[in-house]
C-alpha cells in the first residue's frame, strides 16, 4: 500500500470516529463542559425525644439535589427512595420535600433513621430517635392488701417501668395531717410492726413523662386488742345520766365486756352498751348510789385479752388552775381555779409556801393552810369557778400552791403543784395586765433612757429659756 493510500484509510478512520461521537452526544469537547456543584445537607443530624404514641418529623433537607435519589433507611431496612415509599408500615411517610413523619410512635421505632444520598460517596446523615414511655407501676400483692401480726416485719414492694426509668416514693396516707413520705426505693421495709403502722401506703412512680402515677396498699395488723379509755376518772351524781368510753385500737371487731367491781354486766332499763366503729360506750340513766364503783372495759380477739379501768365517783374532780403564773403585785397573788363537782362544795383547803431557789438549789419552805368556806360560781352544770386572794407574800419569789375539795360525796384528790411569782419593786410595767391581755410588750423603758431623754430635751430648750 503505498503512501497516499494509508493517509486515506487513517482519515476515513478518524472521521467515522468523530461521527460515532457526535451522534450519540457523548463527544463533548472539555473547554466546553458546563460547571457541576455537588449536592449538599442544609439539616442538621439531631437526637430527638419523642413521647410514645406521638408524631415525629425528621427533616432531610439538600441543596443541588439534581438527579440524585434520597433514602430513607433505618439499619438495613429501606424505608423510601425519592418521594416512593418502599416499607409497608402506613405509618411512615414523606413531607414536604424529604421530611420522614412517623406518626403513633411504638416503642420498637427507637433508633437511628439515615437519610442517604445515592452518589458514588454514598453521604448521609443520621438522626437518633428515642421514645419517651410514661411510667406503669405494679404493686406486690396485686391486690393491693397485706396482713401481718403485731412484731413482725413486712416488706411493700412496687415494680414500676417506664423511659426514662421512674422514681419510686413511698408515703403513708392520714386524713388528718396528709401523706407522709417515707422511703425513695422500690421496697419499703416496716419493722417491728405494730397498730400504729397499720393504714394506707402510697407508691408513686414519675419520670418526668406525663403525670406522676400512684397505688395504694391497705396494711392491716393482727394484735391482742388494746385499749384507752377516754376518761379514767369520771364524776356523777344521783339522778344524772353516766356515760363511760372505752377505744379498742387495731381490731374493731374484737367483743366488749364490761364489768363493775368485777361482776359482768347486762343492758337493763337503765344500763345500755353502745358499739360505734371502734368506741364502745356503756350509759347509765337515772343514777343510783350503787351505781358508783370500779368499772373495767374488757376486750377480747383470737390473739388475746385486755383490760381497761374507769373509776366512777361522787366526790369532786381535781382543781385546775387558771390564773397566769405571774402577779402584777409586790405582796399577794389572785389564785383563781377551777372544779368539777355536780353537787355544791362544802370546804375547801388551801396550802401554799415559799420555794428558796438560785442557779444551784432550790429549797421548799413551810406549808400554810387555809379552810375556807366556799362562795364559789357554777360556769356550768358540772363546774365551779373559785378565786382567793393570797396576802402577805414577799416581792419577787416564787409560790407553790395545792387545793383540796369536798362536797357531800367526800374530799377530792388533792391537786397538782401550781407555781406562781410575785413581781419586782424594779419592774415598771404592768404585767399582770399583759398577761392577762395576752400581750407581751417588746419595748422596755428603763430609768436611765428616761433620764437621758430629759437631759436632751432641756439641753435644746435651754437657750429658748435663758433669752
Given at each position: ?287 343510783q348510789p350503787t351505781d358508783f364503783g370500779n368499772y373495767s372495759c374488757v376486750a377480747d380477739n383470737a390473739l388475746g385479752r385486755t383490760k381497761k379501768y374507769i373509776e366512777v365517783s361522787g366526790r369532786p374532780g381535781p382543781a385546775d388552775f387558771i390564773s397566769p403564773a405571774l402577779s402584777g403585785f409586790l ?137
Amino acid at each position: 500500500m503505498n503512501n497516499y493510500t494509508r493517509k486515506y484509510w487513517l482519515f476515513s478512520l478518524f472521521f467515522l470516529a468523530f461521527a460515532i461521537s457526535y451522534i450519540d452526544g457523548s463527544f463533548i469537547m472539555p473547554e466546553n463542559d458546563p460547571p457541576t456543584t455537588a449536592p449538599k445537607f442544609l439539616s442538621r443530624g439531631h437526637l430527638y425525644k419523642v413521647i410514645v404514641g406521638e408524631t415525629i418529623e425528621l427533616p432531610c433537607k439538600v441543596q443541588n439535589l439534581g438527579s440524585f435519589v434520597l433514602l430513607w433507611r433505618k439499619g438495613s431496612s429501606v424505608l423510601t427512595a425519592g418521594h416512593l415509599k418502599i416499607t409497608r408500615d402506613q405509618r411512615f411517610k414523606i413531607v414536604g420535600d424529604y421530611n420522614l413523619q412517623i406518626n403513633g410512635v411504638k416503642t420498637q421505632d427507637a433508633g437511628d433513621y439515615i437519610c442517604q444520598l445515592g452518589d458514588q460517596e454514598n453521604r448521609d446523615q443520621v438522626h437518633t430517635v428515642e421514645i419517651l414511655v410514661p411510667p406503669t407501676l405494679r404493686a406486690l400483692p396485686h391486690n393491693g392488701q397485706v396482713t401481718a401480726r403485731k412484731g413482725s416485719t413486712v416488706t411493700l414492694e412496687c415494680k414500676a417501668s417506664g423511659n426514662p426509668v421512674p422514681t419510686i416514693f413511698w408515703f403513708k396516707k392520714d386524713v388528718f395531717s396528709g401523706p407522709t413520705h417515707l422511703s425513695d426505693s422500690s421496697t419499703l421495709i416496716l419493722e417491728n410492726v405494730d397498730r400504729h403502722h397499720a393504714g394506707t401506703y402510697q407508691c408513686s412512680a414519675d419520670n418526668g413523662v406525663k403525670d406522676r402515677v400512684s397505688m395504694d396498699i391497705q396494711l392491716t395488723i393482727l394484735s391482742p386488742p388494746e385499749i384507752t379509755v377516754e376518761k379514767s376518772w369520771v364524776h356523777a351524781a344521783e339522778g344524772y345520766d353516766v356515760e363511760l368510753v372505752c377505744i379498742v385500737h387495731g381490731d374493731v371487731n374484737s367483743e366488749m365486756l364490761w364489768y363493775q367491781n368485777s361482776f359482768l354486766l347486762d343492758p337493763t332499763d337503765r344500763r345500755s352498751m353502745y358499739p360505734r366503729d371502734d368506741r364502745y360506750s356503756l350509759i347509765i340513766r337515772n343514777f343510783q348510789p350503787t351505781d358508783f364503783g370500779n368499772y373495767s372495759c374488757v376486750a377480747d380477739n383470737a390473739l388475746g385479752r385486755t383490760k381497761k379501768y374507769i373509776e366512777v365517783s361522787g366526790r369532786p374532780g381535781p382543781a385546775d388552775f387558771i390564773s397566769p403564773a405571774l402577779s402584777g403585785f409586790l405582796d399577794h397573788y389572785n389564785l383563781t381555779w377551777t372544779i368539777e363537782s355536780i353537787p355544791p362544795l362544802d370546804e375547801i383547803k388551801l396550802l401554799y409556801r415559799r420555794l428558796l431557789m438560785n442557779e444551784t438549789y432550790q429549797h421548799p419552805g413551810k406549808w400554810h393552810e387555809y379552810h375556807i368556806k366556799p362562795t364559789p360560781i357554777r360556769t356550768d352544770g358540772s363546774h365551779f369557778q373559785m378565786s382567793y386572794l393570797v396576802k402577805n407574800l414577799e416581792h419577787n419569789a416564787v409560790y407553790e400552791a395545792i387545793v383540796q375539795a369536798k362536797n357531800k360525796y367526800g374530799w377530792n384528790e388533792i391537786s397538782d403543784i401550781h407555781q406562781f411569782y410575785t413581781r419586782n419593786h424594779d419592774l415598771l410595767l404592768d404585767i399582770d395586765m399583759e398577761y392577762k391581755m395576752g400581750i407581751s410588750s417588746n419595748i422596755r423603758i428603763s430609768p436611765t433612757l428616761f433620764g437621758t431623754i430629759l437631759c436632751a430635751f432641756m439641753l435644746i430648750l435651754y437657750p429658748i429659756i435663758s433669752v
